[in-house]
């Protein structure tokens, strides 16, 4: 039964049972800006159905499972959960509700091993072995977290180690994770949204034996696709969107493709289109493609003549953009492609490519540059006089190419950031034409441009085609490649499966082409062979992963600390003396601390550089209390006053970087500057001094060793267990690792990150009591030198400035190393210089050798 | 909302916002100083002003270049302190080695540079680590040719440098002509409007076929060959220039970059801008001076000028006000 009206949604009776929808979604709309992206779709799901939704690319299917998800708030509809209807649908709720989605892109986190993913993403509970139990159908259910979600892996035939950080995996084993991830909150609805786009055979037959199972459990699924293929080996019934609006439902066994088809197809026309190329047959042929592989798509084959629009249909990501950035030098290739008789390199085509990204926002406009500069920077030798520009020239020739397009702006040095999207589109088509391209690439031209636009836009395609420049269009809708060229190849996981030419090319045969495809995905973008079996690489593994891991550094760390010390003994036995042991590591007690709180900073993907003057200014602050004539009150006073003053600063940096947008080097460089000031307001020139009873206590030592080390190495290791162990280290790591990631899977990254900041102050302060007694005394000039300091033993520790991923441990042995190398120098009679040389190389050798480690283990993974 | 011609509006020269911004406040600045503090704006003040503007002016356009990269170079004290240490130790008193002193100075300056250059645009290290080893092996240099005791400077810089020309300090001139050479060319060649392009996103500026690394690279070596020219004035203005002469202009350096508009997170440079900033700062310290607030004053003064001049650029401001000004837009309610 086919439902082929717009408007009305009468259920199938037939098919709906008396049971109710787990999820119900009735006349739902959506608009965004003005523009409809749902319109009254109504759609419901029955416990233990495969319910499939079809659409093209901007039917508004993905939306629909936003609105199901909570993500996005309907403009009007009802919700139904289980019969319930729900006022306002929030992401937690929807969890709570046993409402589960597995998005395209997988919100995993590259720096973190397999088992924190699962860790960080699912609750507690799921780990606990009553829940296994309950729900996997093995007696032995019950285990180890490790046993638990190595079963999760198994059951999705996924077989990383769960050591091994999600980074090395291969796109389809983080698809994989991710599934496993849904699956293993045991939802009552499962979304998946086009979950076979990067998988193989082996990994599709899994993975539909898992959703069966989940819905023989009683699940109920929502799958999104593109392929009828996979409808009918999955689904009992199926929903077709098209443009946003409801187009129909029936069950699976009772319609044909073609049905199903004429559904899907026939999407309202939203522009005109200039005329077709006229062909003669005396065209020359002037672009050719024989063989073209690259990453991603595989042996594309196309010719064109004079005057003719190649178009590369197919949905979104099967390897059109990566053909396209082949095609624009972005990306190295193999076989040829022939320009006006010529065979073109990578290297000429970045050059003299005229390229229109998709994304213009990232790759194709300098937003905060004006629209003259962004249409001139392609071409700007040809406005050379001498040395200089001539800028007379360069505004007529820039500015006729803009007029001759129509760009429509407040002037010609507006900020091409408040052009509309069609007018974008258009200056980075007038840079296109003003660099005298060898071919135009053009990827979704249209995308995010109004209708009027789109006229101008395909005229002018036209127009450059016929000027004898080759023109390739990739488009994920249909209708317009059927409108405006003149060949088109189809593209199926990176195969060209349809090659249509002059009136054959319709939006039917294109879709028909595309989403009746069987192909196998070539695994995109890496075309890499799957890793072998756990069983056959156990040898290496083991040590490859260390090496791999957070704790090579540290390694490394002890064994120079070790040769060093051996060597400056044999040189001088007073080095060991207990004299020196204690006052080096009473010193590192006081870089340590600091440098413990810049770890937390980093690992958030941040910087603190206020952490210096934060601890000199404590120490001033400290010197009007910790005196000797002072009673206990006052000191105690002073004690919660420094605190109070670490919060404070680590939440205003916090604060600037989250609500203030401020970068994190703007935000801590301000509070590095204020507190310098206020330190000199307190005292223009040091006084104060610190109590003899203070110093004493904080002086302690057991054997040569300072009791304040004892403490921070203790401290380090709490730090260390909770980064690895607990829920918070996992959110922490989690954020710096992928901040968009982390907040998709519930992680809330402003308190997160304000935390980590006020955290990095609380540890500045406790440097700043060690500090205080090593100074003795309210110097407004000291501490500053500790934000530098800190940030090279951090590096030296092996933490990643990037974010993600670090250790307390080996910042415990960078802050050692860097005041054994300081205090290395007295003893080897060297001259300050030789502090300053240590110093610098050992920071650079260790950000080298640690950051060129890690991407040749990036390029051989891609090389694989 | 855009209007509706043919034929666009062709550009007009216009004052950038940060030129705006921070001309008014020194505008306002010096108002206050003439009222509060005249004694500020004495001839001798100025003339004791001005040498050291100059300098910082220089230092914070060779930061600018670097920001307009998206990195930060923390180099600078041992950059100026370097080119210092070598054309007051080197010649000691000697004017005819001068010259080849100068020119030892920029081949370290280039070398640093091309170091710098080479750690971030090559290896892709971060910039703050990068810049921060190389200023610790530039202040090895430092104490290895000077053992870390200052040195009288010779005669012929401190006449050159330090002198007077038409009663106008001559590092005022040497700033003009560093400051009109790097306006030219950031503005003015195909290498500058490409390099801004690179700063503002280096993604599409890759997709354009343009070559990032070399120009982030070149970014950090003109910012270390500003810097040697800095410490060469800072040298002849200063009778006996310590070891650690640096120290005090990296901070100053990146607020009057931030003050003249240039963004931290790279892209368009506001030179001009950039310079007034480095005379607005220092004449917040002569005015300082001359009204008796402490040293801390001016500090806190540069923190908050940090502050208000990022927080110009990064917050949505309209948004802000349409916080204040209406009510929250409702939300469509879930029909039931």
């Given at each position: 039964m086919?439902?082929?009206?717009?408007?009305t949604?009468?259920?199938?009776?037939?098919?709906?049972?008396?049971?109710?929808?787990?999820?119900?979604?009735?006349?739902?709309?959506?608009?965004?800006?003005?523009?409809?992206a749902?319109?009254?779709?109504s759609?419901?799901?029955?416990?233990?159905e495969?319910h499939?939704?079809?659409?093209?690319?901007?039917?508004?299917?993905?939306?629909?499972?936003?609105?199901?998800?909570?993500?996005?708030?309907?403009?009007?509809?009802?919700?139904?959960?289980?019969?319930?209807?729900?006022?306002?649908?929030?992401?937690?709720?929807?969890?709570?509700?046993?409402?589960?989605?597995?998005?395209?892109?997988?919100?995993?986190?590259?720096?973190?091993?397999?088992?924190?993913?699962?860790?960080?993403a699912?609750?507690?509970?799921?780990?606990?072995?009553?829940?296994?139990?309950?729900?996997?159908?093995?007696?032995?259910?019950?285990?180890?977290?490790?046993?638990?979600?190595?079963?999760?892996?198994a059951?999705?035939?996924?077989?990383?180690?769960?050591?091994?950080?999600?980074?090395?995996?291969?796109?389809?084993?983080?698809?994989?994770?991710?599934?496993?991830?849904?699956?293993?909150?045991?939802?009552?609805i499962?979304?998946?949204?086009?979950?076979?786009?990067?998988?193989?055979?082996?990994?599709?037959?899994?993975?539909?034996?898992?959703?069966?199972?989940?819905?023989?459990?009683?699940?109920?699924?929502?799958?999104?696709?593109?392929?009828?293929?996979?409808v009918?080996?999955?689904?009992?019934?199926?929903?077709?969107?098209?443009?946003?609006?409801?187009?129909?439902?029936?069950?699976v066994?009772?319609?044909?493709?073609?049905?199903?088809?004429?559904?899907?197809?026939?999407?309202?026309?939203?522009?005109?289109?200039?005329?077709?190329?006229?062909?003669?047959?005396?065209?020359?042929?002037?672009?050719?493609?024989?063989?073209?592989?690259?990453?991603?798509?595989?042996?594309?084959?196309a010719?064109?003549?004079?005057?003719?629009i190649?178009?590369?249909?197919?949905?979104?990501?099967?390897?059109?953009?990566?053909?396209?950035?082949?095609?624009?030098?972005?990306?190295?290739?193999?076989?040829?492609?022939?320009?006006?008789?010529?065979a073109?390199?990578?290297?000429?085509?970045?050059?003299?490519?005229?390229?229109?990204?998709?994304?213009?926002?990232?790759?194709?406009?300098?937003?905060?540059?004006?629209?003259?500069?962004?249409?001139?920077?392609?071409?700007?030798?040809k406005?050379?006089k001498?040395?200089?520009?001539?800028?007379?020239?360069?505004?007529?020739?820039?500015?006729?190419?803009?007029?001759?397009?129509?760009?429509?702006?407040?002037?010609?040095?507006?900020?091409?950031?408040?052009?509309?999207?069609?007018?974008?589109?258009?200056?980075?088509?007038?840079?296109?034409?003003?660099?005298?391209?060898?071919?135009?690439?053009?990827?979704?031209?249209?995308?995010?441009?109004?209708?009027?636009?789109?006229?101008e836009i395909?005229?002018?395609?036209?127009?450059?085609?016929?000027?004898?420049?080759?023109?390739?269009?990739?488009?994920?809708?249909?209708?317009?490649?059927?409108?405006?060229?003149d060949?088109?190849?189809?593209?199926?996981?990176?195969?060209?499966?349809?090659?249509?030419?002059?009136?054959?090319?319709?939006?039917?045969?294109?879709?028909?082409?595309?989403?009746?495809?069987?192909?196998?995905t070539?695994?995109v973008p890496?075309?890499?062979?799957?890793?072998?079996?756990?069983?056959?690489?156990?040898r290496?593994?083991?040590?490859?992963?260390?090496?791999?891991?957070?704790?090579?550094?540290?390694?490394?760390?002890?064994?120079?600390?070790?040769?060093?010390?051996?060597?400056?003994?044999?040189?001088?036995?007073?080095?060991?003396?207990?004299?020196?042991?204690?006052?080096?590591?009473?010193?590192?007690?006081?870089?340590?601390?600091?440098?413990?709180?810049?770890?937390?900073?980093?690992?958030?993907?941040?910087?603190?550089l206020s952490?210096?003057?934060?601890?000199?200014?404590?120490?001033?602050?400290?010197?009007?209390?910790?005196?000797?004539?002072k009673?206990?009150?006052?000191?105690?006073?002073?004690?919660?006053?420094?605190?109070?003053?670490?919060?404070?600063?680590?939440?205003?940096?916090?604060?600037?970087?989250?609500?203030?947008?401020?970068?994190?080097?703007?935000?801590?460089?301000t509070l590095?500057?204020?507190?310098?000031?206020?330190?000199?307001?307190?005292?223009?020139?040091?006084?104060?001094?610190?109590?003899?009873?203070?110093?004493?206590?904080?002086?302690?030592?057991?054997?040569?060793?300072?009791?304040?080390?004892?403490?921070l190495?203790?401290?380090?290791?709490?730090?260390?267990?909770?980064?690895?162990?607990?829920?918070?280290?996992?959110?922490l790591?989690?954020?710096?690792?992928?901040?968009?990631?982390?907040?998709r899977?519930?992680?809330?990254?402003?308190?997160?990150?304000?935390?980590?900041y006020?955290?990095?102050?609380?540890?500045?302060?406790?440097?700043?009591?060690?500090l205080?007694?090593?100074?003795?005394?309210?110097?407004?000039?000291?501490?500053?030198?500790?934000?530098?300091?800190?940030?090279?033993?951090?590096?030296?520790?092996?933490?990643?400035?990037?974010?993600?991923?670090?250790?307390?441990?080996?910042t415990?042995?960078?802050?050692?190393?860097?005041?054994?190398?300081?205090?290395?120098?007295?003893?080897?009679?060297?001259?300050?210089?030789?502090?300053?040389?240590?110093?610098?190389?050992?920071?650079?050798?260790?950000?080298?050798?640690?950051?060129?480690?890690?991407?040749?283990?990036k390029?051989l993974?891609?090389?694989? | 909302?855009?209007?509706?011609?043919?034929?666009l509006?062709?550009?007009?020269?216009?004052?950038?916002?940060?030129?705006?911004?921070?001309?008014?406040?020194?505008?306002?600045?010096?108002?206050?100083?003439?009222?509060?503090?005249?004694?500020?704006?004495?001839?001798?003040?100025?003339?004791?002003?001005l040498?050291?503007?100059?300098?910082?002016?220089?230092?914070?356009?060779?930061?600018?270049?670097?920001?307009?990269?998206?990195?930060?170079?923390?180099?600078?004290?041992?950059?100026?302190?370097?080119?210092?240490?070598?054309?007051?130790?080197?010649?000691?008193?000697?004017?005819?080695?001068?010259?080849?002193?100068?020119?030892?100075?920029?081949?370290?300056?280039?070398?640093?540079?091309?170091?710098?250059?080479?750690?971030?645009?090559?290896?892709g290290?971060?910039?703050?680590?990068?810049?921060?080893?190389?200023?610790?092996?530039?202040?090895?240099?430092?104490?290895?040719?000077?053992?870390?005791?200052?040195?009288?400077t010779?005669?012929?810089?401190?006449?050159?440098?330090?002198?007077?020309?038409?009663?106008?300090?001559?590092?005022?001139?040497?700033?003009?002509?560093?400051?009109?050479?790097?306006?030219?060319?950031?503005?003015?060649?195909?290498?500058?409007?490409?390099?801004?392009?690179?700063?503002?996103?280096?993604?599409?500026?890759?997709?354009?076929?343009?070559?990032?690394?070399?120009?982030?690279?070149?970014?950090?070596?003109?910012?270390?060959?500003?810097?040697?020219?800095?410490?060469?004035?800072?040298?002849?203005?200063?009778?006996?220039?310590?070891?650690?002469q640096?120290?005090?202009?990296?901070?100053?350096?990146?607020?009057?970059?931030?003050?003249?508009?240039?963004s931290?997170?790279?892209?368009?440079?506001?030179?001009?801008?950039?310079?007034?900033?480095?005379?607005?700062?220092?004449?917040?310290?002569?005015?300082?001076?001359?009204?008796?607030?402490?040293?801390?004053?001016?500090?806190?003064?540069?923190?908050?000028?940090?502050?208000?001049?990022?927080?110009?650029?990064?917050?949505?401001w309209?948004?802000?006000?349409?916080?204040?000004?209406?009510?929250?837009?409702?939300?469509?309610?879930?029909?039931?």
């Amino acid at each position: 039964m086919i439902l082929l009206n717009n408007q009305t949604y009468v259920p199938a009776d037939d098919l709906v049972a008396v049971s109710v929808p787990t999820l119900s979604l009735s006349d739902i709309t959506k608009t965004y800006a003005g523009v409809v992206a749902l319109e009254n779709v109504s759609f419901d799901v029955l416990p233990g159905e495969v319910h499939a939704l079809l659409g093209e690319n901007g039917a508004g299917k993905s939306t629909l499972m936003n609105v199901a998800s909570g993500t996005v708030q309907p403009d009007s509809g009802t919700i139904r959960v289980g019969g319930e209807t729900i006022d306002v649908l929030s992401p937690a709720l929807a969890a709570a509700s046993g409402i589960a989605i597995v998005h395209q892109h997988p919100a995993v986190l590259p720096d973190m091993t397999v088992l924190e993913n699962l860790q960080v993403a699912l609750p507690a509970s799921a780990f606990s072995s009553t829940a296994a139990s309950s729900a996997s159908s093995a007696p032995d259910a019950a285990g180890s977290v490790e046993q638990i979600a190595g079963r999760m892996l198994a059951e999705m035939g996924l077989t990383a180690h769960l050591r091994d950080r999600v980074e090395t995996l291969t796109v389809a084993q983080k698809h994989l994770l991710e599934i496993a991830k849904a699956l293993a909150l045991k939802p009552r609805i499962l979304v998946l949204d086009e979950p076979t786009a990067p998988l193989g055979q082996d990994s599709v037959d899994l993975l539909f034996a898992r959703v069966r199972a989940a819905v023989a459990d009683g699940t109920s699924v929502i799958y999104i696709t593109h392929r009828m293929a996979e409808v009918r080996q999955l689904a009992t019934r199926v929903t077709v969107l098209r443009d946003g609006r409801f187009r129909g439902t029936a069950a699976v066994a009772e319609i044909t493709d073609d049905e199903l088809l004429a559904l899907i197809v026939g999407r309202k026309l939203e522009s005109t289109f200039p005329p077709k190329h006229e062909a003669d047959g005396t065209e020359p042929v002037n672009f050719v493609l024989k063989g073209f592989t690259g990453p991603g798509f595989e042996d594309v084959n196309a010719s064109t003549t004079r005057g003719q629009i190649l178009g590369v249909a197919g949905v979104v990501g099967n390897g059109q953009s990566e053909l396209l950035r082949a095609l624009a030098g972005l990306e190295s290739f193999t076989g040829t492609a022939t320009v006006a008789d010529r065979a073109v390199t990578p290297t000429e085509l970045l050059h003299r490519a005229g390229y229109m990204p998709a994304d213009r926002h990232r790759e194709g406009l300098m937003m905060t540059l004006t629209v003259q500069e962004n249409a001139a920077i392609s071409a700007l030798t040809k406005f050379k006089k001498f040395l200089v520009l001539s800028s007379p020239r360069e505004v007529t020739e820039v500015g006729s190419t803009l007029d001759s397009l129509n760009v429509k702006a407040p002037a010609m040095d507006a900020v091409v950031s408040s052009l509309s999207g069609g007018n974008q589109q258009k200056v980075v088509m007038a840079r296109a034409l003003l660099s005298e391209p060898l071919i135009v690439v053009a990827d979704e031209p249209t995308q995010g441009v109004d209708v009027g636009a789109r006229l101008e836009i395909y005229k002018i395609l036209r127009q450059v085609s016929a000027s004898g420049i080759p023109v390739i269009i990739a488009s994920s809708d249909a209708k317009e490649l059927e409108g405006l060229c003149d060949q088109v190849i189809v593209m199926s996981r990176g195969h060209a499966v349809d090659l249509i030419v002059g009136d054959e090319i319709t939006e039917e045969r294109i879709v028909r082409a595309a989403v009746s495809s069987t192909t196998h995905t070539i695994e995109v973008p890496t075309v890499r062979k799957q890793r072998p079996l756990a069983g056959t690489k156990v040898r290496s593994e083991g040590f490859a992963r260390f090496v791999q891991g957070d704790y090579a550094p540290t390694v490394l760390l002890v064994g120079i600390i070790v040769l060093l010390g051996a060597f400056i003994f044999s040189q001088n036995a007073r080095y060991l003396s207990a004299f020196n042991i204690y006052s080096v590591l009473t010193l590192v007690a006081a870089l340590g601390f600091i440098a413990l709180g810049q770890t937390i900073a980093l690992i958030i993907g941040g910087i603190d550089l206020s952490v210096g003057p934060l601890a000199g200014f404590l120490v001033v602050v400290g010197s009007f209390f910790f005196n000797d004539d002072k009673p206990l009150s006052i000191v105690a006073l002073g004690l919660v006053l420094m605190f109070v003053v670490a919060i404070a600063t680590g939440f205003v940096n916090g604060a600037l970087i989250r609500f203030g947008k401020f970068t994190a080097i703007a935000a801590t460089l301000t509070l590095y500057i204020a507190l310098q000031g206020l330190s000199f307001l307190l005292r223009d020139s040091p006084d104060g001094y610190i109590g003899s009873g203070v110093t004493a206590v904080m002086t302690t030592k057991v054997g040569p060793v300072p009791i304040a080390f004892i403490v921070l190495v203790v401290v380090a290791v709490l730090l260390e267990f909770a980064l690895r162990r607990t829920r918070w280290g996992r959110r922490l790591r989690a954020t710096g690792s992928s901040e968009e990631s982390a907040r998709r899977i519930g992680v809330n990254i402003n308190k997160t990150v304000i935390l980590a900041y006020m955290l990095t102050s609380i540890f500045a302060f406790v440097g700043a009591i060690m500090l205080m007694v090593q100074i003795g005394v309210g110097d407004p000039a000291q501490g500053v030198s500790y934000t530098l300091t800190s940030i090279t033993a951090v590096v030296l520790g092996g933490t990643s400035l990037l974010g993600g991923r670090g250790t307390f441990i080996g910042t415990l042995f960078g802050s050692i190393l860097l005041i054994q190398v300081l205090n290395a120098t007295t003893f080897l009679g060297l001259s300050q210089m030789w502090q300053y040389i240590f110093q610098g190389v050992l920071i650079l050798a260790a950000a080298v050798l640690y950051s060129v480690a890690r991407s040749r283990k990036k390029k051989l993974e891609a090389l694989a | 909302m855009e209007r509706q011609v043919t034929g666009l509006k062709r550009p007009r020269r216009r004052a950038s916002k940060g030129l705006i911004t921070v001309g008014v406040a020194l505008v306002i600045l010096l108002v206050a100083s003439a009222v509060l503090a005249p004694s500020s704006l004495s001839q001798g003040a100025v003339l004791g002003m001005l040498p050291f503007a100059s300098v910082l002016a220089v230092v914070g356009l060779g930061q600018m270049l670097v920001v307009q990269q998206g990195g930060i170079d923390l180099s600078v004290p041992g950059a100026v302190s370097l080119a210092i240490v070598i054309v007051s130790r080197i010649p000691n008193g000697d004017n005819a080695l001068l010259v080849p002193a100068i020119l030892l100075a920029f081949g370290f300056a280039a070398a640093a540079g091309l170091l710098n250059g080479f750690l971030v645009g090559r290896l892709g290290l971060n910039a703050i680590i990068a810049t921060l080893g190389t200023n610790a092996l530039l202040f090895a240099a430092v104490l290895g040719i000077s053992g870390g005791s200052p040195t009288t400077t010779t005669r012929l810089l401190q006449s050159v440098a330090g002198g007077l020309s038409f009663g106008i300090p001559n590092s005022v001139f040497f700033a003009a002509v560093v400051s009109v050479v790097v306006i030219v060319l950031v503005k003015k060649t195909v290498a500058g409007r490409r390099f801004e392009a690179i700063g503002a996103n280096p993604t599409a500026a890759r997709a354009t076929g343009l070559r990032v690394r070399v120009h982030q690279t070149a970014a950090y070596v003109w910012a270390q060959l500003l810097y040697c020219i800095a410490g060469v004035l800072l040298a002849g203005i200063t009778a006996q220039p310590t070891a650690f002469q640096g120290n005090t202009y990296l901070i100053p350096a990146v607020a009057v970059v931030v003050l003249g508009g240039t963004s931290l997170l790279g892209g368009r440079g506001f030179p001009l801008a950039t310079v007034v900033a480095a005379v607005f700062l220092s004449q917040l310290d002569q005015f300082n001076l001359a009204v008796g607030v402490p040293y801390a004053v001016r500090t806190l003064v540069q923190a908050a000028a940090l502050a208000v001049g990022v927080a110009l650029y990064t917050i949505d401001w309209s948004r802000v006000r349409g916080r204040f000004t209406s009510s929250r837009p409702t939300k469509v309610a879930t029909t039931v």
